[in-house]
C-alpha cells in the first residue's frame, strides 16, 4: 500500500554555493541544495523528483510528483504522489498532496490538502526509532 511504484533518479543538481533568482522548470529528478528565489516546477509532474536538502532554501511554489524535503520552503507545495517530509524540513505556505510522509521534527506552517482530484486519502505518520 506505501510502497513506492517506481525508483527516480536524480538528473540535475544544483549545488549548496549556488543562487537562482527566477522560475525553475525541470524534468526528471532534481536535487537541490542552494538557493532559489522562484518558483519550482516539474514540466512532467507524473514523472518528477524533486529532493530538497538540508542546505536548501526556496521562496517560491513547488510542484512536482515526489518530493522530499530537508530543507525549507517559503511558499506553497503541490505534490502529485508522494510528498516526504525529513526530520528538519520547514514549509510555510499550504501543502496540497495525494501521499503525505512526515517525519518527526518536520514543520509545517499553513493548511495541509489533499487533492480530492485523487484517490482516498493516504497519510503515513512514521514512528521515531529513538
Known amino acids: 500500500m506505501f510502497s513506492r511504484k ?28 542552494g538557493h532559489i528565489r522562484g518558483n519550482v516546477i516539474a514540466d512532467t509532474e507524473s514523472l518528477s523528483m524533486l529532493v530538497i536538502s538540508e ?47 512526515m517525519l518527526s521534527g518536520a514543520l509545517v506552517s499553513g493548511k495541509l490538502t489533499h487533492d480530492l482530484a485523487q484517490e482516498p486519502a493516504t497519510l503515513k505518520l512514521a514512528a521515531s526509532n529513538a
Do not use: C, M, W
Request: hydrophobic letters at 35%.
Open 55 to 101: 542546505q536548501a532554501v526556496i521562496d517560491g511554489e513547488v510542484r512536482a510528483a515526489h518530493i522530499v524535503v530537508n530543507g525549507v520552503i517559503n511558499g506553497p507545495v503541490f505534490s502529485t504522489e508522494l510528498l516526504e517530509l525529513q526530520p528538519k524540513a520547514k514549509i510555510s505556505g499550504d501543502v496540497h498532496y495525494k501521499t503525505l510522509e
Open 6 to 33: 517506481t525508483k527516480s533518479t536524480i538528473d540535475s543538481l544544483i549545488g549548496s554555493t549556488t543562487r537562482i533568482e527566477g522560475d525553475l522548470h525541470f524534468k526528471g529528478g532534481l536535487r537541490i541544495d
